[in-house]
């Protein structure tokens, strides 16, 4: 059974997580595997492949770096 799955990033800088992108649970490890270990992506998910960096735009201390740290299932 598919499960909504948002890609979770942490500030460098403040240290709060966010989560951005959202697909389903099987996209969301097929790209975790794709950054890791460059296997192939589906076709149907270019476009929106999160990267391993971000930009924290609205961070409290000013603007951060922030790393993908995984995904949650909600």
Sequence with gaps: MLKRAEF????R??????????T???IAF????HLLFDFPVPDF???MVPSMLGVHALC???TGVA???GYIET
């Design 8 to 11: 979770q990033y942490k500030c």
């Design 13 to 22: 800088l403040c240290g709060e997580t966010y989560t951005d992108k959202v």
């Design 24 to 26: 389903n649970n099987k």
């Design 30 to 33: 097929q790209i975790i595997c």
């Design 45 to 47: 998910s270019v476009g």
């Design 60 to 62: 409290k201390k000013g």
């Design 67 to 69: 790393d993908l740290i």
